[in-house]
């Protein structure tokens, strides 16, 4: 920064880090000078989106001249209907992390406590401390998030959020539904639970309790990024109590969705044979991983998600090992960034072709480290 | 809202109203029941991107399972080349507006003090309010905004943040370069230049003064929104000194850019052809607007702008009148929202089938209304 500059940043801003949350797949491309030869590390959906979605997205370059609704009127309709809430119980936005950024602005005062577990999302808590809140975190607890010792901690610290998500990234793992439903119901009145399920649609049938708007504290966060294929399109959405819902309209960016990107999760939406189709891919890729980890003497985690957690068996460093010879290797994977579930690496499910090199290349790496 | 929640959000956010900065076009669709045969309003480009930027974005479906590069690596790096600044000097968000928003976070405590002009961009207002700053208002003088009238009240308040727009928006007037550089020499050192740019390319050559980045305290806005033909595509960029561009890392949205968009605006950029044949069709538009205005004993405000402010020639009243006639008819337009340049109605330009049909129902509207 120029070292005679007089403007005037605000505290906040002046001291905060300039972090980021992930580093993206293109910045290692970079470094290593050559593109992957396999994505698998951004818990992307390598099948995409429905055809009927692509050619719709496709149609509507013709269009994109036009500003997209900003209210999301039909996107918002279609999911209200689809979850058989109202409309002001639904808001649209820049993918899960823009909603989860407006929502730290709506609560996260310099005062305020959050609570969330030790290495779950990493972007949720770049928005908190980036409004001056503390986090407070409990533990993983047999690699899930521990709704009881979060619920312990939200009143132990008087927490104004709670964030909780269901499955989680970076593990897999979830917990069932009347789980989720006693944390609904311990949680703190005075906290708003976030309730983060953008891996929901490929969880076992039992995983989400129903959607009850009338709970006046509850915040549920889902995607088109992840089942729906769409993570390039940046569609998130969150429902809740109207009360909490006609908040974002006070300060969200009212004109910041694409349009070809509305349109496209509109149709996402409408083709939900399309998005079982995939839940299946998504599962058998799952239950590859499980056999190339077996197969390597590795455990791997049973995931609800598009990705798995596969246990290195050691520490940090062998993980980060494994990791860097697979980047190397021009294979992305990431891993979680804290310990003990620091000793996994985390791949994203891959087709047939992704699979068969990530198999290849995790026995050479491993031999090679052994 | 429910009377018995007892969640807390911030102060400011429990105050804040729920405004929108623009309703957009399908709300009123929706309200009159019909969609409009020509959406002249919301200072969009009807003659849309490169045929090139078309065709990315549409390949682009293919990849939308992918998340865009967090660090828009390859469109900043052309827009660096195209000004002649470093990679450091640039940053990309979702649209202008997204930008503003960030940098009012960056600067607007709620001890701050920011200067615009009344009348003036509304989304910028929104966002300052929003992080609850205080706004003062110089006004705009012969229909443009007033340089000095804004540095001396910048310096009387003491202010953080000066926005100034050249051209500006709603009138579509502008101040020659030299005008600019005087402000941006006189804008005190305490206080951030937010130099909106947003219509510069349809701007006479000696408009924008030449960008230099070592100045620390001006930020210039510009967008593929409007001359580009990308509004629903959502692509802005800030140029700057290195020490203020490096602040939106702290705060933004990392993953917020749509995949199709940045690559489409890296095409788009690249065709400078179809960029100039695009200004010429808005040169012919806008005459084709003053002559309308004429015909039907009108003045129109000369415009830099891909819209005209045609002064309908008495109070605020008539000016609502005539636009609530037009979209009674079906033609989209919008008004400024101060007097007294609340006595235009500002059109947005269209192709020839929208300028023949402006054209037939003013006329209708205005014998109406005489």
Do not use: K, T
């Given at each position: 920064m120029s070292q005679n500059y007089k403007y005037r940043l605000t505290p906040l801003i002046k001291e905060l880090?300039?972090?980021?949350?992930f580093v993206g797949p293109e910045t290692a491309e970079r470094d290593i000078g050559a593109p992957f030869f396999?994505?698998?590390?951004?818990?992307?959906?390598?099948?995409?989106?429905s055809p009927k979605a692509k050619e719709v997205m496709r149609q509507a370059a013709d269009d994109i001249w036009k500003y997209a609704d900003p209210e999301s009127h039909d996107l918002r309709t279609a999911l209200a209907e689809f979850y058989g809430?109202?409309?002001?119980n639904v808001m649209v936005g820049e993918g899960v992390d823009g909603l989860l950024g407006y929502t730290a602005r709506m609560f996260c005062s310099p005062d305020a406590k959050v609570v969330t577990t030790q290495g779950s999302y990493p972007t949720f808590n770049f928005h908190v401390v980036g409004y001056g809140s503390t986090l407070h975190y409990a533990q993983f607890k047999d690699d899930r998030e521990d709704p009881e010792a979060l619920v312990e901690m939200a009143r132990e610290v008087d927490a104004t959020l709670l964030y909780f998500s269901n499955?989680?990234?970076?593990?897999g793992t979830c917990w069932p539904s009347e789980t989720v439903e006693s944390l609904i119901e311990n949680v703190p009145a005075e906290a708003v639970l976030i309730l983060d399920e953008a891996y929901i649609e490929t969880a076992p049938e039992n995983t989400a309790p129903p959607i009850d708007v009338s709970i006046p504290n509850v915040l549920r966060f889902r995607t088109f990024s992840k089942a729906y294929g769409m993570a390039g399109a940046r569609v998130g959405y969150v429902i809740g109590h109207a009360g909490l819902i006609a908040q974002y309209d006070k300060i969200r960016n009212h004109f910041g969705m694409n349009r070809a990107a509305q349109m496209g999760a509109l149709a996402a939406l409408d083709d939900q044979d399309y998005l079982h189709e995939t839940i299946n891919k998504i599962k058998n890729a799952r239950e590859r991983i499980y056999t190339i980890a077996a197969d390597n003497n590795l455990s791997a985690i049973p995931s609800a998600t598009n990705f798995v957690a596969v246990d290195?068996?050691?520490d940090t460093a062998f993980a980060k090992s494994v990791l860097d010879g697979l980047v190397a290797r021009r294979v992305f994977v990431r891993m979680p960034g804290s310990e003990p579930q620091s000793r996994c690496i985390r791949v994203s499910v891959g087709n047939d072709e992704n699979l068969d090199l990530f198999a290849r290349e995790l026995k050479v790496v491993l031999s090679d480290l052994r």
């Open positions: 880090p300039a972090i980021v949350p396999a994505r698998m590390g951004a818990n992307e959906n390598v099948f995409g989106p809430v109202g409309l002001e499955p989680n990234n970076p593990m290195c068996g050691r």
